[in-house]
């Protein structure tokens, strides 16, 4: 029997990493009873998992994610900081270096919380359980759709095997990213600093770095190279490639801090978005979410967000819900689409600056980058570029907010100095 309000009886989920955990928190309100498996043994404390390689990795929750959640989940935002992450306010405990400068420091009026993936993941899974009507079982391999659910949800993440045979147009880049990580006690001298930096480089140059704090009062450090370059996984190695940084601040952090965990690499050669939203149709009352959908270059911070959002469309449509659950699917996946088409646009901008990457690059290209750049030189300069910038970047605010308002009259007035001193060479 179902009760009243509810839609359904039963939702399977097949993953319980952050889409499958976020996909549960939508699903909550509208099912009576709601099973996430997973094929993994999924810890009691926070630590890495066999299912989630790249978890010893730096991972961000932007802004937009966060908000997310929190609609999802209301107080999840508490119980991660309860938990340990650290608040890093935007842009006071931030240190970024774009291509040839550090990004102005300004009190934008957000922070942000950093965390640990395996942290951050067992902070959700104890939300979403206190819900009251979702199970989740651990040591549960899926091989097949479940035949015996109202509707499945597939959370299986970039290797997905459950949907690989639907014939679906995609968007592929090739990006040949490869990054290596450890996480690390912190110096006395640094101790209490809640600092984010990040040393972002000019394109072709395709050496990042990254320093996250997180719980516990330690650093998760984070190294990346393209194509060819591979970051070393000895301790020396991992240094003298810090110091190569055209700035010192990661480098100073490495110098004395102690390493708690070996460096592991972790390497992607493709960002892949899969348009369901134009192919074939799926099983009935079946969906995907997360990286099945999009999976991106992980360097930009976007994955765990956009899974969120993802989940908060998927509420949506049930909310909206019109004709029974056979017609959840279709109003789902067009809103999915949107939330990975800005991630992706964000992130596929930066990758095909790079000559080798593979991709198809649009017509206007050039353009489109001298408008970005336009964009940030006009946010060293105007508090309120700088606030949209951020917004934009972290899914607060739909792109398109770029193109009007006071803001972006700004970013064209730098646009047109810009080629006023291009023709005057």
């Given amino acids: 029997m179902i009760t009243e309000g509810r839609l359904g009886a039963r939702a399977v989920i097949v993953g319980a990493g952050i889409a499958g955990l976020a996909a549960a928190a939508a699903l909550a309100s509208f099912f009576e009873a709601i099973e996430v498996l997973d094929k993994d043994a999924l810890p009691d404390t926070p630590r890495p998992r066999k299912g989630v390689p790249q978890d010893l990795q730096v991972h961000t929750l932007l802004k937009g994610g966060e908000l997310a959640i929190e609609s999802l989940l209301p107080g999840t935002r508490a119980a991660l900081r309860a938990a340990g992450a650290t608040e890093v306010r935007q842009t006071e405990d931030v240190s970024i270096w ?248 964000l992130a596929a901008l930066v990758d095909l600056e790079y000559p080798r990457t593979k991709g198809e690059r649009p017509p206007n290209f050039d353009k489109i980058v001298q408008g970005t750049e336009a964009m940030r030189r006009a946010a060293a300069l105007h508090p309120e570029v700088q606030l949209l910038r951020f917004e934009i970047g972290n899914l607060m605010k739909p792109d398109s907010a770029a193109r009007s308002g006071p803001a972006a009259r700004l970013v064209a007035r730098e646009m047109a100095r810009a080629g006023g001193r291009s023709r005057g060479r």
């Fill in 98 to 345: 774009e291509r040839d400068a550090w990004h102005a420091t300004r009190d934008l009026g957000h922070s942000q919380l950093m965390m640990s993936r395996p942290a951050f993941e067992q902070v959700l899974r104890r939300q979403v359980l206190q819900l009251g009507n979702i199970v989740i079982r651990d040591r549960t391999a899926v091989d097949a759709l479940p035949d015996n659910a109202d509707m499945t949800v597939i959370a299986t993440g970039r290797g997905d095997t459950l949907l690989a045979g639907i014939e679906l147009p995609e968007t592929v880049l090739g990006i040949e990213v490869s990054y290596s990580s450890a996480r690390f006690a912190k110096p006395a001298r640094f101790r209490g600093e809640g600092r984010f930096i990040a040393c972002i480089p000019q394109p072709p140059d395709d050496h990042y770095g990254l320093v996250c704090p997180v719980e516990n009062d330690e650093w998760l450090i984070t190294l990346c190279s393209r194509f060819d370059d591979r970051v070393p996984d000895d301790l020396d190695g991992f240094w003298a490639y810090a110091e190569a940084l055209p700035v010192p601040d990661i480098a100073d952090r490495l110098r004395k801090a102690v390493p708690l965990t070996p460096i592991r690499r972790y390497r992607i050669a493709e960002a892949r978005w899969r348009h369901f939203e134009r192919g074939a149709a799926l099983p009935s009352r079946v969906l995907p979410i997360g990286d099945c959908i999009s999976s991106f270059n992980p360097t930009f911070g976007q994955g765990m967000s956009v899974a969120v959002g993802h989940a908060v469309a998927l509420r949506d449509a049930l909310a909206n819900c019109q004709h029974g659950l056979d017609g959840v699917v279709p109003a789902y996946l067009p809103r999915a689409a949107e939330v990975s088409r800005q991630a992706w646009s």
